[in-house]
């Protein structure tokens, strides 16, 4: 079936330092959908892109759509503690049905 | 502001029980969701509704139903609980229109003894 692959499963970085994560399908994407979910929360959208070679930013964190639609990037500049958290990129469907990444898990070492 | 609840964020059941987990929107979202989530495996969605009385299975609807009577309700029932379905049971609900997102309520941490 339709599938999203995420990489990598977990990060440690020091803060200040600068991640990312990677979404990649064998399909192309009508659109990609970000989420972040603190330790204990629940996930809450981050942003959705849709175009081609779509890129948007918001403050530190910078999300890529890829050109040909198969992949899709979240990059954060200098990470905080506040970045902690799990970060999953998800396909939404026609349907409305949103197919999930396994989630990249993001520790931020003080 | 979307407000997702869900009835319970913690519940122990023993094994062969039927449970019941309860979901409210009160945003009139046509859309609302069931997934569970494990370490590893990220979300998996188990049964979605799109209007009231209206039901659809996801990817892992084994062992679980669902029932929306009304539309700012969705209710998720393990008929026969397992050990199996010990997990985090998260709710979500979203508008019908295309490119929307889901909003999410904080879960319910379901243990199976």
């Known amino acids: 079936g339709q599938q999203v692959m995420q990489i990598p499963q977990y990060q440690h970085v020091q803060e200040g330092e600068d991640f990312t994560t990677y979404c990649n399908s064998s399909?192309?994407?009508?659109?990609i959908q970000w989420y972040k979910q603190r330790p204990g929360g629940h996930p809450v959208f981050l942003i959705q892109l849709v175009k081609s070679g779509e890129v948007k930013k918001q403050k530190r964190l910078t999300f890529q759509f890829g050109e040909a639609k198969k992949n899709s990037s979240l990059h954060i500049t200098a990470t905080q503690t506040t970045d902690v958290g799990t970060y999953f990129c998800a396909e939404l469907s026609n349907t409305g049905k949103l197919i999930f990444g396994q989630g990249t898990t993001l520790q931020v070492k003080p | 502001d979307v407000k997702v609840t869900q009835s319970s964020r913690y519940l122990v059941k023993r094994t062969g029980e039927k449970v019941f987990l309860e979901c409210v929107q009160d945003?009139?979202?046509?859309?609302m969701f069931w997934y569970r989530q494990d370490p590893g495996l990220g979300l998996r969605l188990i049964y979605f509704?799109?209007?009231?009385?209206?039901?659809e299975k996801g990817d892992i609807p084994e062992g679980y139903s669902v029932s929306r009577e009304k539309k700012e309700r969705f209710s998720l029932i393990l008929e026969s609980a397992s050990t199996n379905q010990t997990s985090m049971y998260l709710c979500?609900?979203?508008?019908?229109?295309?490119?929307?997102?889901?909003?999410f309520g904080d879960g319910t941490r379901l243990s199976i003894l």
């Open positions: 399909t192309t994407l009508s659109n």
């Open positions: 979500a609900s979203s508008l019908a229109h295309s490119n929307q997102p889901q909003h």
């Open positions: 509704s799109y209007d009231v009385k209206m039901k």
């Open positions: 945003m009139d979202h046509e859309n």
